[in-house]
């Protein structure tokens, strides 16, 4: 063997080795800080914001349980799925800068997915759930590249133009035989018997993919993330591939989206072609207007606010008449104007301001 | 020692018009040079189809004896080769200090900050451009010179071979010119191959030992400033601008 290949394929080799080496050693890295990451935890949990957190997650979790109502624990549940989701939204579109108005496509390619390896393979919901925001993850690659050179406009039509394509292929009835036809797939099993234990492990599932997305955008992907959405060419001029991290982006926010849209069909144990509906992606997108862009965690408050007060408020109305069958997307598109007319800030931050005030005054400060 | 950047017969034309018009020089590793010419002479065109910002016609461009025609601008950058831009590009809802983290994060400039961690080299470059201060402040807030000086910080962030810079000088007060005089002074000491533009000699003459005149998309000469300001035919390309001094 020539002497300059045999050197390119030890390289070559020894390259692989540092990277599998490397893993052990991150992994160890990562261990190594966890004292720290406990301490500063607990620094945490004192500070306004953390003491808030703890406070509504101890909340959410007592309502049920104090209630011992159904209809409350369902509500909160879907509460629970769509800040997931319209978190996702934010980390792409208020992160990076790419206004998708198809993200539904995610969301429903997850609820299928789940929906199809529970029924039909039979696996349990917690790895079906993993196949669905797998699955997703390849469909933000196939919308993704595709999309790279659209900007604006332009590329909210064309992740549009995705969500049309899947609503019109599933509506069709061509995937019948294994996606069911117009009527989707239904009669999943639940995900426990018990309607709080399904609330609880959509609460943990919730909590974990909160902490994934904040950690990811205080890291250094957030750094450039938010470089590509401020300015696209001056971040290639500092030397980012932007086509990559624009992918990692579609690739993440796909994820946790599927995430979202497989507890959805898991949770009502069915799930139809109307989940591709542009109506799904705006539901992101007023939830994100809600609480604030690029805050991630306003998408909690948004889609409080939006599932669980605004809906409840207006539900009476929809008795009154076929008009109100479209209640949703008319308070959504509501919201929208008066959220960007006047509070294009989201209301989480003001509303912060605010309770800090509140708080500093109890504390006597 | 050597040729760092060799250009040859760049051209590039828009519609009718070419911007720049059979356009060759050489620059020597360590070297400072200015890059003149009147209003549309077509520098910014020449710095676009260096960094890879825009495609020549015709021409090649080589870096540090590889061909980089055609190669993207974050490819040139994480070679050595980093551009600024005449009006200012910065990040405008990250704070100052992430604006030059973002260059630190860039292949080549993650392993020159490896050793401090990227944040502490990120500081440092900050303290040298002058905008430590201001690390925590957003870039739309800051005055026009800090911008300028952000602009140059955020290219040292990526640990250039050489640098481009456009028009530095450009809507700045004598003494923000003198700021940046001497940061560029110091990046060139450290060993940095610097090549900016001026549209008048004035702010280059006493800064750069060798200064290409170009009008037209052409280089019209070559030499030290004191010669570049005589010749015949830039005194006919500024003329009834007001002179090369202007
Ligand atoms: N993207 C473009 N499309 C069409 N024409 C262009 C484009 N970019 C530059 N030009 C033209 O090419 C010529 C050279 O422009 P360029 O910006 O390179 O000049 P310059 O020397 O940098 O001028 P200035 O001193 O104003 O910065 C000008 O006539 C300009 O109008
Ligand atoms: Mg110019």
């Known amino acids: ?365 | 020692m050597g040729v760092i950047l060799e250009v040859k017969n760049l051209t590039k034309k828009f519609g009718g018009l070419t911007a720049v018009n059979d356009f060759s020089f050489e620059i020597q590793r360590g070297e400072f040079i200015g890059l003149i010419g009147p209003n549309g002479a077509g520098k910014t065109t020449v710095f676009n189809l260096i960094s890879g910002f825009e495609k020549p016609n015709a021409g090649s461009i080589r870096f540090d004896g590889m061909d980089i025609t055609g190669l993207k601008p974050f490819q040139i950058v994480n070679l050595g080769l980093v551009r600024t831009f005449q009006l200012v590009r910065s990040f405008h809802y990250m704070s100052v200090l992430d604006n030059v983290s973002v260059a630190c994060l860039s292949p080549r400039g993650k392993k020159a900050a490896e050793k401090v961690g990227i944040d502490q080299y990120a500081s440092r470059i900050l303290s040298e451009v002058g905008l430590i201060d201001k690390a925590r402040f957003p870039p739309v807030i800051l005055p026009h010179g800090d911008l300028r000086r952000l602009e140059i910080g955020k290219a040292a962030g990526t640990n250039p071979q050489i640098l481009l810079l456009d028009e530095p000088f450009s809507g700045l007060s004598y003494e923000e010119q003198e700021h940046i005089h001497a940061l560029i002074r110091r990046l060139s000491n450290e060993g940095v191959t610097i090549f900016i533009t001026g549209h008048v000699l004035r702010e280059l003459m006493n800064l750069v030992p060798r200064v290409i005149a170009m009008h037209q998309g052409k280089v019209i000469t070559d030499g030290p400033p004191q010669e570049v300001a005589n010749h015949k035919l830039v005194l006919e390309a500024y003329l009834g601008r007001g002179g090369v001094f202007a």
């Open chain 1, 1 to 365: 063997m020539p002497k300059k290949i045999r050197r390119k394929l030890s390289d070559a080799v020894s390259g692989s080795k540092n990277f599998f080496l490397g893993i052990p050693r991150a992994t160890r890295n990562l261990y190594k800080e966890i004292p720290h990451q406990v301490k500063s935890f607990k620094e945490w949990i004192f500070t306004f914001r953390g003491s808030l957190t703890i406070l509504c997650i101890i909340g959410t979790i007592l309502i049920p349980l104090i209630t011992m109502d159904d209809y409350i624990t369902t509500i909160l549940i879907s509460f629970l799925i769509f800040s997931i989701f319209a978190a996702s939204w934010d980390l792409l579109a208020g992160f990076t800068g790419q206004t998708s108005f198809g993200h539904s496509v995610f969301f429903g390619v997850g609820a299928y997915v789940a929906a199809a390896f529970v029924k039909m393979a039979g696996l349990p919901w917690f790895f079906s759930m993993i196949i669905g925001a797998v699955v997703a993850v390849l469909v933000g690659l196939i919308v993704g590249i595709p999309c790279l050179r659209l900007k604006g406009p332009y590329l909210a039509l064309g992740t549009m133009a995705f969500s049309l394509i899947l609503f019109n292929l599933f509506m069709s009835g061509e995937l019948k035989d294994i996606l069911g036809s117009t009527e989707g797939i239904s009669g999943l099993p639940a995900m426990s018997e018990d309607l709080i234990i399904t609330f609880l492990y959509i609460l943990i599932i919730m909590i974990i993919s909160f902490v994934i997305l904040i950690i990811i955008i205080k890291s250094n992907i957030g750094t450039i993330f938010k470089a590509i959405r401020d300015d696209e060419s001056a971040a290639d001029a500092s030397g980012i591939n932007t086509t990559k991290y624009k992918l990692i982006a579609f690739m993440i926010s796909g994820f946790f989206a599927g995430i979202a849209g497989s507890l959805f069909s898991l949770n009502s144990r069915a799930v139809n072609p109307s989940v591709f509906l542009a109506l799904y992606s705006f539901y992101a997108i007023v939830m994100v207007a809600l609480g604030g862009l690029a805050t991630i965690s306003g998408s909690v408050l948004g889609a409080f606010v939006y599932w669980v007060i605004l809906n409840e408020l207006f539900k009476p109305l929809g008795m009154w008449g076929t008009v109100f069958l479209f209640f949703p997307t008319l308070i959504s598109a509501i919201i929208l104007v008066i959220m960007i007319r006047f509070a294009e800030q989201g209301i989480l931050k003001p509303a912060l301001e605010h309770l800090r005030e509140f708080y500093d005054f109890l504390l006597g400060r």
